[in-house]
């Protein structure tokens, strides 16, 4: 799980691994945001103040790694 991430320049490969079904509105708006679409897609996004943010914000939703 991602907690306390830091922006950077590194690449983040970002899965979602838990549902948003019975989440709070705005976690369902977040995993979203981050471009996730179901349980076990994944997107890679560069380690940025917003996505760090939005990371912060769902740990428990997502997998966090750094990407090759």
Do not use: F, W
Not at 54 to 61: D, E, F, G, Q
């Amino acid at each position: 799980m991602a907690k306390n991430l830091v922006p950077s320049d590194a690449k983040l490969a970002i899965t979602l691994i838990k549902s948003t079904i019975g989440g709070k509105q705005n976690q369902r708006d977040t995993v979203r945001s981050l471009g996730l679409k179901r349980i076990g897609h994944t997107v890679v996004r560069t380690a940025d103040a917003v996505t760090v943010g939005m990371l912060n914000t769902v740990p428990h939703l997502v997998k966090v790694e750094e990407a090759k």
